[in-house]
Nanobody
Framework: QVQLVESGGGLVQAGGSLRLSCAAS????????MGWYRQAPGKQRELVAD???????KYADSVKGRFTISRDNAKNTVYLQMNSLKPEDTAVYYC???????????WGKGTLVTVSS
């Protein structure tokens, strides 16, 4: 069974940093495209970063230059390093595998990131 467990969220001041982790089981992050999504209250879930099995990386314009997606195949874990955080980054962050640009599995609990100004 596929499980995706997000962690690392918390409360941080504007300009600060957080590192999110997505621990996967039942799939190999090394052979799947993986993405980080976020959903702010009252807003649509949006894809903010993704990495393919070929290590191609894409970012949403809103996070370019500030966020970095990476994976550790040995740990079967995907990371999102978030620097220079802004209040508008406040959201619940989720990870998922992607197929044809679509999330493949049931959403996990996500991890809440709150950025204060």
């Amino acid at each position: 069974q596929v499980q995706l467990v997000e962690s690392g969220g918390g409360l941080v001041q504007a300009g600060g940093s957080l590192r999110l982790s997505c621990a996967a089981s039942g799939i190999f992050v090394s052979i799947n495209a993986m993405g980080w999504y976020r959903q702010a209250p009252g807003k649509q879930r949006e894809l903010v970063a993704d990495i393919t099995s070929g290590r191609r990386i894409k970012y949403a314009d809103s996070v370019k230059g500030r966020f970095t997606i990476s994976r550790d195949n040995a740990k079967n874990t995907v990371y999102l390093q978030m620097n220079s955080l802004k209040p508008e980054d406040t959201a619940v962050y989720y990870c998922n595998a992607l197929s044809g640009g679509f999330p493949m599995y049931q959403w996990g609990k996500g991890t809440l990131v709150t950025v204060s100004s």
